[in-house]
């Protein structure tokens, strides 16, 4: 069975740091993209970026460009999401994916993490 | 880039069947695989879906997916109406490595 394991709710102050994981299991972690979305509080779904965990190659939506940070730890089979100075607009919830293969298999979701900045 | 548009929100009745859009802006439907997502209130999003028309284990035939060339629009139809089929809906494509989201239909099931 595929998992992906987010952690729970976070509570931040502006300009602190954070790095959220997402645990993956039940599958081949470095053969399939692993997207990150943003839902803000009554709104929709919004692509930040993918990566591939078998070489970290990753690609950005232009909107997060240089806001976030994506990497993985292939050892833990774990991606991150990840930001240098949090902001009260990064108030949202956030969800990993991963992506389908475009040859049978379908995408699966974490069950989110929410974080709330607010001094 | 291209856009893909939905409908805001749909309404009908249980049992009967509801169909929701997804038109993309620009490029053909074809070129990329369409996913649709469903969203229940308070939970993640989970795929109903795949490339156009692939359902993924555990999601019931009353769910299904079609692309349209002529309208270049991507559909998602769920027959047989259920009060648990209330949700937000989201169409997902790809732009190059780029992934585009619909801005998701309200579907209500009164």
């Known amino acids: 069975e595929v998992r992906l394991v987010q952690s729970g709710a976070e509570v931040k102050k502006p300009g602190e740091s954070l790095k959220l994981p997402c645990k993956a299991s039940?599958?081949?972690?470095?053969?399939?993209?692993i997207g990150w979305v943003r839902q803000m509080p009554g709104k929709g779904l919004e692509w930040m970026g993918i990566?591939?965990?078998?070489?970290?190659?990753?690609r950005y939506s232009p909107s997060f460009q240089g806001q976030v940070t994506m990497s993985v730890d292939k050892s833990i089979t774990t991606a991150y999401l990840g930001w240098n100075s949090l902001k009260a607009s990064d108030t949202a919830m956030y969800y990993c994916?991963?992506?389908?293969?475009?040859?049978?298999?379908?995408?699966?979701w974490g069950q989110g993490t929410t974080v709330t900045v607010s001094s | 880039n291209f856009m893909l548009t939905q409908p805001h929100s749909v309404s009908e009745s249980p049992g009967k069947t509801v169909t929701i859009s997804c038109t993309r802006s620009?490029?053909?439907?074809?070129?990329?695989?369409v996913q649709w997502y469903q969203q229940r209130p308070g939970s993640a999003p989970t795929t109903v879906i795949y490339?156009?028309?692939?359902?993924p284990s555990g999601i019931p035939d009353r769910f299904s997916g079609s692309i349209d060339s002529s309208s270049n629009s991507a559909s998602l139809t769920i027959s047989g109406l259920k009060t648990e089929d209330e949700a937000d809906y989201y169409c997902?494509?790809?732009?190059?490595?780029?992934?585009?989201f619909g801005g998701g239909t309200k579907l209500t099931v009164l």
């Open positions: 994916a991963r992506l389908g293969d475009g040859l049978g298999t379908p995408p699966d």
């Open positions: 620009s490029g053909s439907i074809a070129s990329n695989y």
């Open positions: 039940g599958y081949s972690f470095t053969n399939y993209w």
């Open positions: 997902q494509s790809y732009d190059d490595s780029n992934v585009v």
């Open positions: 990566i591939y965990p078998g070489d970290s190659d990753t």
């Open positions: 490339e156009d028309n692939q359902r």
